[in-house]
T-cell receptor, first 109, second 112 residues
Framework: QKEVEQNSGPLSVPEGAIASLNCTYS??????FFWYRQYSGKSPELIMS????GDKEDGRFTAQLNKASQYVSLLIRDSQPSDSATYLCAVWDFNKFYFGSGTKLNVKP | DVKVTQSSRYLVKRTGEKVFLECVQD?????MFWYRQDPGLGLRLIYF???????EKGDIPEGYSVSREKKERFSLILESASTNQTSMYLC???????????FGSGTRLTVV
């Protein structure tokens, strides 16, 4: 079973700040990494994927991957109250995702 | 848009009852999954299926079974419900990894 670890939070940041969410994984052979966002009472939805070492930017979101350190992160620039949610890190394993337990982000106006 | 529909949003069942959770997707996806989500434990895979009549155990299959008689429908069965099966159950459908899962809205099951 693959382990995906996240700090449960909550992580509180002021509006307009950068939120940094972190994730580590146990299987050195993992190749594909994903971030899902889950609003309270809702289902998770995919927001980012990253497959190669380095950074991948999509609007206000940047995913970072360091396979040598087995570390994935998600940066949210110019955080908005609407970004308040739980962020789930996920690792793709051949035919399914393994999820971390999620980090709750609170963006304060 | 792909839609994954779970038949019930909230369910309350008694200990020992047989419980059926239904999931239907409308985009002809071959891959379907059942997870449960609990605070602090995240999403844990119960069962998944790659095709009609195919099923594979996930990480926590004990106490559960599944049925996939038609491509669009994947049912989760609690053979004899117990209080430790009180949870949020999420069904998901998958076309390919790049698009991620499409989740249903979830069924919050309470076993009393």
């Amino acid at each position: 079973q693959k382990e995906v670890e996240q700090n449960s939070g909550p992580l509180s940041v002021p509006e307009g700040a950068i939120a940094s969410l972190n994730c580590t994984y146990s299987d050195r052979g993992s190749q594909s990494f994903f971030w899902y966002r889950q609003y309270s009472g809702k289902s998770p939805e995919l927001i980012m994927s990253i497959y190669s070492n380095g950074d991948k930017e999509d609007g206000r979101f940047t995913a970072q991957l360091n396979k040598a350190s087995q570390y994935v992160s998600l940066l949210i620039r110019d955080s908005q109250p609407s970004d308040s949610a739980t962020y789930l890190c996920a690792v793709w394993d051949f035919n399914k995702f393994y999820f971390g337990s999620g980090t709750k982000l609170n963006v304060k106006p | 848009d792909v839609k994954v529909t779970q038949s019930s949003r909230y369910l309350v069942k008694r200990t020992g009852e047989k419980v059926f959770l239904e999931c239907v997707q409308d985009m002809d996806h071959e891959n379907m999954f059942w997870y449960r989500q609990d605070p602090g434990l995240g999403l844990r895979l119960i069962y998944f299926s790659y095709d009609v009549k195919m099923k594979e155990k996930g990480d926590i299959p004990e106490g559960y079974s599944v049925s996939r008689e038609k491509k669009e429908r994947f049912s989760l069965i609690l053979e004899s419900a117990s209080t430790n099966q009180t949870s949020m159950y999420l069904c998901a459908s998958l076309q390919d990894r790049g698009n991620g899962y499409t989740f249903g809205s979830g069924t919050r099951l309470t076993v009393v």
